[in-house]
Structure formats: structure tokens, C-alpha cells
């Protein structure tokens, strides 16, 4: 009768992490560079957003050039359309007039829409590290003021 069970213990046990072995596998990481003109974007953001619609839109900040958005961020393989956004100090600063007074760094979009609002970027991601998804921009500037989007999970 013990023996009964320890073996639909076992077997339990087997089920539940052979269940677990399939959930979660197959998430993508990516990684690499943003330069605009040849600059690096020093503080902007990217996002990659599903071209069929389906599964979930992900981004992170783009610091020094280089951005990382790990696997836990919810990225499956698949095509993907890239927005990229980089709101560049112009060094005027801003007084906010309307409640505080605070002051605050002027900021223009730099980056054309053609690679955000509008992108005609594609990154192809496969199953687990996506390493040196790189993007050399080129264009011209942006007029823009403003902050703009953050990348999504940020």
C-alpha cells in the first residue's frame, strides 16, 4: 500500500515538471547598437512590436549606443517592426510655467519617423540570444520637441 504511494507521487512529480520543461522555452533575447548619422543614440529608446499583431510589444532603453532586452521581457520569435526614439538635449533649458516653475532640459526627437512613428525597420528574432541586431541610421534630423514614447517596459 506504500509503495502505491510513493509511485503515484512519482508520477505526479513527473507530470508537473515535464509540463514545466514545455512552458517558458523558447523566448527571445536581443541585444546590439544604435547610431544615428554615425553617432551613437545616448539616450533613446527602441521597441519591437510584432508585424502580425500578435504576441506582445517589448523595448528597453538605449544607453551609450547599446540596448539589451532579455528573454523574461516576454519576447517570442518572429518578425518584428523596430521603433526607435532618441530625445536629444538640445542645452536650452525650460521653465514650466503652468504650476511648479521647475526647470527642465529642452529635448528634441532627433530620429526621422521613417525609424518610429512610421518605421521601416524589421528585425527578424529567432528562439533564445539574438546578439549584434545592430541599426546604423542615417537621415536627417528630426525637428521635433518633446519628450516622446519610452520604450515599452520601462
Given at each position: 500500500?506504500r509503495?502505491?504511494g510513493?509511485?503515484?507521487r512519482?508520477?505526479g512529480?513527473?507530470?508537473?515538471?515535464a509540463a514545466?520543461?514545455?512552458?517558458?522555452?523558447?523566448g527571445a533575447?536581443v541585444?546590439?547598437?544604435?547610431?544615428?548619422?554615425?553617432?551613437?543614440?545616448?539616450?533613446?529608446?527602441?521597441?519591437?512590436?510584432?508585424v502580425?499583431g500578435?504576441?506582445t510589444?517589448?523595448?528597453?532603453?538605449?544607453?551609450?549606443?547599446?540596448y539589451?532586452?532579455?528573454s523574461?521581457r516576454?519576447a517570442?520569435?518572429?518578425?518584428?517592426k523596430?521603433?526607435?526614439?532618441?530625445n536629444?538635449?538640445?542645452g536650452r533649458t525650460?521653465?514650466?510655467?503652468?504650476?511648479t516653475?521647475?526647470k527642465?532640459?529642452?529635448?528634441?526627437?532627433?530620429?526621422p519617423?521613417?525609424f518610429?512613428t512610421?518605421?521601416t525597420?524589421?528585425?527578424?528574432?529567432?528562439?533564445?540570444?539574438?546578439?549584434?541586431?545592430?541599426f546604423?541610421?542615417?537621415g536627417?534630423?528630426?525637428?521635433g520637441?518633446?519628450?516622446g514614447?519610452k520604450?515599452?517596459?520601462?
Amino acid at each position: 500500500m506504500r509503495k502505491f504511494g510513493y509511485t503515484i507521487r512519482a508520477a505526479g512529480l513527473f507530470l508537473f515538471l515535464a509540463a514545466l520543461a514545455g512552458c517558458g522555452g523558447g523566448g527571445a533575447s536581443v541585444e546590439g547598437t544604435v547610431t544615428f548619422n554615425g553617432e551613437p543614440v545616448d539616450e533613446g529608446g527602441i521597441n519591437f512590436v510584432p508585424v502580425d499583431g500578435k504576441g506582445t510589444k517589448m523595448g528597453a532603453e538605449i544607453k551609450n549606443g547599446k540596448y539589451a532586452v532579455p528573454s523574461d521581457r516576454g519576447a517570442q520569435p518572429g518578425n518584428y517592426k523596430v521603433e526607435v526614439y532618441w530625445n536629444k538635449k538640445t542645452g536650452r533649458t525650460l521653465t514650466d510655467t503652468a504650476d511648479t516653475g521647475a526647470k527642465t532640459s529642452e529635448t528634441k526627437q532627433v530620429i526621422p519617423e521613417q525609424f518610429n512613428t512610421k518605421t521601416t525597420l524589421t528585425a527578424d528574432l529567432k528562439g533564445g540570444s539574438n546578439a549584434a541586431v545592430n541599426f546604423d541610421l542615417k537621415g536627417t534630423a528630426a525637428g521635433g520637441k518633446g519628450k516622446g514614447p519610452k520604450a515599452v517596459g520601462d
